[in-house]
T-cell receptor, first 112, second 114 residues
Framework: KAGVTQTPRYLIKTRGQQVTLSCSPISGHRSVSWYQQTPGQGLQFLFEYFSETQRNKGNFPGRFSGRQFSNSRSEMNVSTLELGDSALYLC???????????FGPGTRLLVL | AQSVTQLDSHVSVSEGTPVLLRCNYSSSYSPSLFWYVQHPNKGLQLLLKYTSAATLVKGINGFEAEFKKSETSFHLTKPSAHMSDAAEYFCVVSGGGSNYKLTFGKGTLLTVNP
């Protein structure tokens, strides 16, 4: 079974731009979560989607948003990019009713 | 609210010697706990998980962890380190109930010397 896939793997943007990251979960997984990883803050939870609904949200500004489609694929959008948004963005998927999450390889975003 | 403290930011061992990575947790309920590993420029791989069954949990690649409620600890061990074990290791607690938010420790970088 294929793992979690994320596209693109690498991205370079400039301040003020916006970016959309994509995540395809493991087949059959309906929960998708997003995390930001930076050297200073470590791994932080952004949000979680289940059946196209945002079920949990972390402490990030409204510039960070996401959505989930009927096929469970998810996108994350960051508007008005700041230098501090440079990070590895990780997507994870899980089965309904189970806490175990499986991570993708991540998208590395560099904001110049 | 739950939290995780990884007691060592860096652990260095020689190949063939035991590995001990320490983790303490704080939770207001009976938690689910996980260890993930991240190799350089890679995503996170699940090593093992504790979900209130056996307190000694066996994972992949010879790793295991023991849940000790009285000590609020979930330390990760391996009898004999391999060079390929060099990576960063994260102790993680789940939000519980219908909250699947994972709270990560700061990570422990494991170096394996030849």
């Amino acid at each position: 079974k294929a793992g979690v896939t994320q596209t693109p793997r690498y991205l370079i943007k400039t301040r003020g731009q916006q970016v959309t990251l994509s995540c395809s979960p493991i087949s059959g997984h309906r929960s998708v979560s997003w995390y930001q990883q930076t050297p200073g803050q470590g791994l932080q939870f952004l949000f979680e989607y289940f059946s196209e609904t945002q079920r949990n949200k972390g402490n990030f500004p409204g510039r960070f948003s996401g959505r989930q489609f009927s096929n469970s694929r998810s996108e994350m959008n960051v508007s008005t990019l700041e230098l501090g948004d440079s990070a590895l963005y990780l997507c994870a998927s899980g089965l309904a009713g189970q806490e175990t999450q499986y991570f993708g390889p991540g998208t590395r975003l560099l904001v110049l | 609210a739950q939290s995780v403290t990884q007691l060592d930011s860096h652990v260095s061992v020689s190949e063939g010697t035991p590995v001990l990575l320490r983790c303490n947790y704080s939770s207001s309920y009976s938690p689910s706990l996980f260890w993930y590993v991240q190799h350089p420029n890679k995503g996170l791989q699940l090593l093992l998980k504790y979900t209130s069954a056996a307190t000694l949990v066996k994972g992949i690649n010879g790793f295991e962890a023991e849940f000790k409620k009285s000590e609020t600890s979930f330390h990760l061990t391996k009898p004999s380190a391999h060079m390929s074990d060099a990576a960063e290791y994260f102790c993680v607690v789940s939000g519980g109930g219908s909250n699947y938010k994972l709270t990560f420790g700061k990570g422990t970088l494991l170096t394996v010397n030849p």
